[in-house]
């Protein structure tokens, strides 16, 4: 089984739907109040863990019920949790969600115990990070604790896959570490600190980034690696709700790339991943399983 180590943002998501989004000063009355299950770093464990990845988690919780709910719920899904710190101090982080009813969202978020995560959580770690096939990160942690990561994955000569997410400007030194950079559209302009795709995607190469896999949605994804330069159309599904397809994607690749499979078989099973996770709604929940990824990637090839 592939090791795969995964240093990130645990969140617990608080929903309500409403009929529309409130303007500033107006109450809404919304539906029933609903949790789920998030974070970037924990979605991508998950999704991992599901692709049939050994998984361990670095990170945070606080020390509310909300952080006992998510620790469990990680177990339940294979995840281990030896590293994921009960922070008594700090509450766990949350996203409250007002979700309209024409789709739009409304997210305010509370990091919480994810914004303490630290270099000295990472070096913790430093015996599990030895051992593991792959390092997989995000951006919802500080960046003292994804350099510390990013460091030590090189010391141990580690392959290390950032989903540069939320967008933000990247230095250099952090992008010349990376050898498989996931950003969507949005994320490579902002990281780079270019208006355009092509302009920034020559800039990550030029910094050192070895692999760039600029995921597009419906419209599939673009690999740019040594030599080569490949656009490759989705996997034809019924989308419901593409929150997670992110997640999925790099959760599955990451699986894949740490079996030893090559890039682009390994950003097919991403692929496949973020597809079957759009057709179901919710994040979590909607992540598949390596059964449901091979099958679809067999189907397709026919
Ligand atoms: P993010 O949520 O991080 O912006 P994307 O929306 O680009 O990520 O989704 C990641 C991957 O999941 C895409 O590269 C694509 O392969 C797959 N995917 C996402 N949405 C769809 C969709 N509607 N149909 C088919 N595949 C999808």
């Known amino acids: 089984m592939a090791k795969v180590l995964v240093v990130g943002s645990i969140n617990m998501d608080l929903v309500v739907r409403v009929p529309h989004s409130p303007s500033p ?31 361990t988690m670095v990170g945070r919780v606080g020390g509310d019920n909300f952080g006992d709910t998510l620790i469990q719920g990680l177990i339940e899904d294979n995840i281990k949790t030896t590293y994921v710190i009960k922070d008594s101090e700090t509450p766990t982080g949350i996203a409250m969600i007002a ?23 990472v070096t913790n770690a430093r015996e599990i990070m030895r ?31 950032l989903n540069p997410a939320p967008a933000q400007p990247l230095s250099q030194t952090l992008l010349a570490n990376v050898d498989i950079l996931t950003p969507n559209e949005t994320e490579l302009m902002m990281l780079a600190g270019e208006y355009t795709v092509d ?16 995921t597009l949605g419906a419209n599939g ?25 992110g997640d999925a994607f790099n959760g599955a690749l990451a699986v894949a790339y740490a079996e030893g499979k090559p890039l682009l078989e390994a950003v097919d099973y991403g692929m496949a991943a973020g597809a079957l996770a759009a057709t179901h709604r919710g994040a979590q ?17 026919v």
């Open 221 to 245: 994804a673009r690999v740019v690696t040594e030599g080569v330069d490949r656009h490759i159309p989705a996997h034809e599904v019924t989308a419901v709700d593409t929150t997670a397809a």
């Open 131 to 161: 051992d593991t096939d792959l390092l997989l990160l995000q951006l919802e942690c500080p960046m003292e604790a994804v350099m510390a990561a990013i460091d030590l994955a090189k010391a141990y000569d580690i392959p290390v896959v």
């Open 25 to 55: 000063g107006e109450t809404v009355l919304g539906g029933d109040f609903e949790t789920f299950p998030g974070g970037k770093g924990a979605n991508q464990a998950v999704a991992a863990a599901r692709m049939g990845g050994e998984v």
């Open 99 to 121: 979700v309209a009813a024409n789709g739009e969202n409304m997210i305010v978020v509370a990091s919480g115990a994810n914004y303490k995560v630290s270099e000295v959580d």
């Open 285 to 301: 929940p909607s992540l598949p399983t390596r059964d449901a990824v091979e099958n679809l990637i067999k189907s397709s090839h």
């Open 199 to 214: 302009k920034a995607i020559e800039k990550v190469l030029s910094w050192g980034t070895k692999n760039l896999v600029v």
